[in-house]
């Protein structure tokens, strides 16, 4: 591999205008298709093989007028202060908006709330029920601008109207906490590097990237229905990727440079050798996420697939685009003189070697400290809840806030999450009975608020009964209750014959929270099994993909403690601006393990492969260590600081699903880069010694020799057959 790349990148720098003319020719015309067609997104998932899954297909197919699959929203009126609207002219007020809902566009049905019952006891506060023809991704801007119009005559009419459901499309706000970290990764290339055309490659080359990765992902989401939240997690994670691939490639063609070879040759070696590394570490990253597709949750599919795809962009664009701009920047990219005299100084020992040397003093105190440090963040996790976004978790303020909160101060929590128990009597001799019985048992039950009368399709064997929990949709006792009534609904079906299925919004989250909760713990054992084959093949070692595996371990469990503490207990609420805490959303572990796992892998490739190098050359286990640090460090540290930034520019976001992954993000960077990386890491090493290289030999023969560090293109290069040329002259170039 680090052949091929080494000709790649050659070609790349020698035909750079013809590289760079066939990216910009991509990126117009995926720009132009993006701007040409008309996308659509989705919150609305999809989990094949549950029971609410099963419970809304059947209702899709044998109760169309139920609109089982459709939009919906709740219209909430609120009488002012001292007034009723069960009477007068605010009665009359909300029968005219009742009559303008239902000819508003793509609507199907309104629930009038007198007729319906839909009034509190003391004639406060009251609310419509809309159903609408089509499922949320198709509502047009037109029927939501209707129901915004709707509510605005009842506010000028003296009401107090919010609206809630899956039709009402929560306004994101605007940020520019992304561009500040941008800023950020601006700054410390600036740093790390000396140059300013140094500094400026890396970016260029991630903002293309991400454009095209983000424009491919806006073209795609007119032919398929993609998570709202695609496009963002897709920036967020090929910005942050694409720079600090970017950045060892540069780092490591300045030192091809200094070392003396041309700048051709240069970037066909920084190819070779860094550009192998990336191809590596962009793999496991790209593994990890499209893996989160097997489980089986379209959201998350899409969420994984759609970084997955950003990752690709950022690592092909790496390996042809970033040295094609090398090759208009040339030897210039070594000059810089952005740095300080003590750091051109050639006894100056770089801030990441002292460290290692201190490590190396102490490597059991640093190693039980780090250790203990992660153990206690990761303490709050044993508390985890995980949940779905809901009017619940709206930005307080917002008309979905204020429809929630208005609807269980006048009915109760319950009625914001009405389960939909659906009976399926083709099996029974007596279909009306089953139903009976059904409803009986809902009645019968602790935490249940009301029951409305069974309604059947038009053949009569199926039957749908609206039930009210008495707490909240997100509470554990509704999770109890939706448990409760699938558990006596086995008992029903062996009495009656019909089948008892819990569906709505309430069981389609339970059940997602289910079945994510139950796949954590495999796909965090398929991701550790891939770390350690991965990292085996790189180092040829059993005991370094071990302590790579532990340290991603604790590096997880300790961003888990990090949120939760976060989200889920308020602690440090105000800093990060969360207005509303509450459980975890249920993607984000799941989601986090499979980033995390990439992330790590990558800091680990880059920091301890010169490690393997310099201790496969000869050198003593601690001096392979401090070589590492001494060639990797800095660029490691320069990374983890970008990824940082960027991620954290999202931590702001109106959208409570990317602040915590912002913030999940940034915050695994920080602790596996600095705490597990560049502390564990070295601790470890320095207390296993040799052991730590050794593989066994049947081992070692059965495992491919994938190079990495391109040990065969060192080779190929000294016997002058690379290209089938010589090797380049050298020419000497400034020093930065």
Known sequence: MATYLYRLGR???????????????VLAAIGIGAASVSSSTTDTFSIPGTQSQKALDLLTEQFPQASADGATARVVFEAPHGRKMTSGTDKAEVERLVADLGRADQVKTVADPYAGGTVSKDGTIG?????????????TDRA????????????????????GGTAVAEEPGQSSTELIGILIAAVVLVVTFGSLVAAGLPLLTALFGVGL??????????????????????????????????????????????????????????????????????????????????????????????????????????????????????????????????????????????????????????????????????????????????????TPGSTQRIAYDTISDGFGAGYNGPLSVVVDARGSDDPKAAAHDTAAMLDALPDVASVSPAAF?????????????????????????????????????????????????T?????????????????????????????????????????????????VLATLGVVVAVFQKGWFADVFGVDQTGPVVSILPIFMIGVVFGLAMDYQVF?????????????????????GFRHGARVVTAAAIIMIAVFSGFIFSDQSIIKSMGLGLAAAVLLDAFVVRMTIVPAVMALLGRRAWSLPGWLDRLLPNVDVEGEKLRHVLADGSANGAPEPERVATGRS
């Not at 609310?127 to 509502?139: E, I, L, N």
């Not at 009569?460 to 939706?482: C, E, F, K, Y």
Request: charge should be positive; charged fraction near 15%.
């Open 213 to 394: 990765a983000v424009l491919s992902i806006t073209l795609a989401s007119s032919v398929v229905d993609l998570s709202s939240s695609t496009s963002t997690l897709a920036l967020m994670l090929g910005l942050a990727v694409a720079i600090d691939y970017a950045l060892f490639i540069v780092s490591r063609y300045r030192g091809e440079l200094r070392n003396g070879h041309e700048p051709e040759e240069a970037a066909g070696r920084a190819l070779g050798t860094a550009g192998s590394a990336v191809v590596f570490a962009g793999l496991t990253v790209i593994i990890a996420l499209a893996g989160l597709s097997v489980i089986g949750i379209g959201m998350l599919t899409d969420l994984g697939l759609g970084a997955a795809f950003a990752v690709v962009v950022a690592v092909v664009i790496a390996l042809t685009l970033l040295p094609a701009m090398l090759g208009f920047a040339g030897a210039r990219i070594a000059t810089g003189k952005l740095t300080s005299r003590r750091m051109r100084s050639a006894d100056h020992e770089p801030m990441g070697v002292r460290w290692s040397q201190f490590v190396l003093r102490n490597p059991v105190r640093v190693l039980v400290t780090a250790v203990a440090g992660l153990l206690l963040l990761a303490t709050p996790a044993l508390s985890l809840e995980l949940g779905m976004p809901s009017d619940a978790t709206a």
């Open 457 to 505: 399709n038009g053949s009569g064997d199926v039957a749908l009964i609206r039930t009210v929990p008495g707490s909240s949709p997100s509470s554990q006792r509704t999770v109890d209750l939706v448990s409760d009534i699938r558990d006596r609904g086995a008992a029903l079906r062996a009495d009656t014959g019909a089948e008892v299925m819990v569906t709505g919004t």
């Open 507 to 555: 069981a389609l989250n339970i059940d997602i929270s289910d079945k994510l909760s139950a796949a954590l713990i495999p796909y965090l054992c398929v991701v550790v099994g891939l770390a350690l084959i991965l990292l085996m093949l790189v180092f040829r070692s059993v005991l370094v993909p071990l302590k790579a595996a532990a340290g991603f371990l604790l590096s």
């Open 11 to 25: 070609f790349s720098f020698r035909r750079r205008r013809l590289v760079l003319l066939v990216w910009v020719a």
């Open 607 to 627: 920091l301890v492969t010169r490690m393997r190098e310099e201790y496969v050359h000869g050198a003593e286990p601690r001096e392979a260590v401090v070589a």
């Open 127 to 139: 609310y419509a029920q809309v159903t609408y023809k089509v499922a949320d991704t198709d509502v």
């Open 144 to 163: 939501r601008t209707d129901l915004k119009d709707i509510a605005a005559k009842g506010e000028k009419a003296g009401l107090h109207v919010s609206m």
